[in-house]
């Protein structure tokens, strides 16, 4: 099983258009225990039946923080190491060494991030390793694989657990 982190994983959406998407992150978020950060602005309400229905019934199990630009974002937590996710980014995921409370931030499904949040110097770029000649994958996948990944390094590294019992 998964252990809740002292110091919890944060998934960043920057300008999310889909709903659903948004929606499977935040159910990510409750069975993980990472927090959900949302920063606008978004292509839906956060009252979106959509939204809520992708979700299920897992929305007051994640912990939620909205903010009105990246910036703001970034002002709200200015010793954050983050990861920006791009499809552009030269460095693989697998190439990271993720910690806990570290910041996975993602782009919008139509842009993708943004460069100047790209080339603004907030964080290192990464990605996730795909065949050539496709564009990207959906946002909902992408974050899952990025927090399973962290999740992996980060709780089942091996380093100071204990070897299974031969029962």
Same mark, same amino acid.
């Given at each position: ?6 110091? !919890? %994983?944060? %998934? ?5 258009? =889909?709903? !659903?998407?948004?929606?499977?992150? #935040?159910? %990510? ?7 959900? =950060?949302?920063?606008? !602005?978004?292509?839906?309400? =956060? ?10 019934? +897992? ?7 909205? +903010?009105?630009?990246?910036? #703001? ?5 200015? *010793? #954050? ?13 697998? *190439? #990271? ?17 943004? !460069?100047?949040?790209? *080339? ?20 909902s996948t992408a974050v899952g694989v990025?927090? +399973?990944?962290?999740?992996r390094q980060v709780c089942f590294s ?10």
């Open positions: 099983m998964l252990e809740p982190l002292a110091r !919890p %994983l944060h %998934l960043v959406l920057v300008s999310p258009q =889909i709903p !659903p998407n948004t929606g499977n992150v #935040a159910r %990510l978020c409750a069975v993980t225990g990472c927090r959900l =950060i949302l920063v606008e !602005p978004l292509g839906f309400s =956060i009252d979106d039946r959509q939204l809520k229905r992708a979700g299920l019934d +897992y929305w007051d199990k994640v912990f939620l923080r909205l +903010y009105p630009t990246y910036s #703001a974002y970034v002002e709200a937590y200015p *010793e #954050a190491r983050r990861w920006l996710f791009s499809a552009r980014a030269q460095t693989s995921l697998f *190439e #990271a060494r993720f910690e806990a409370g570290d910041h996975l931030v993602f782009g919008s499904e139509v842009t993708g991030l943004l !460069p100047e949040v790209m *080339e603004g110097g907030t964080g290192t770029a990464v990605t996730i390793p795909m065949l050539e000649g496709v564009r990207s994958m959906n946002l990025g927090t +399973y990944e962290a999740l091996g380093v100071g657990r204990r070897a299974p019992s031969a029962s």
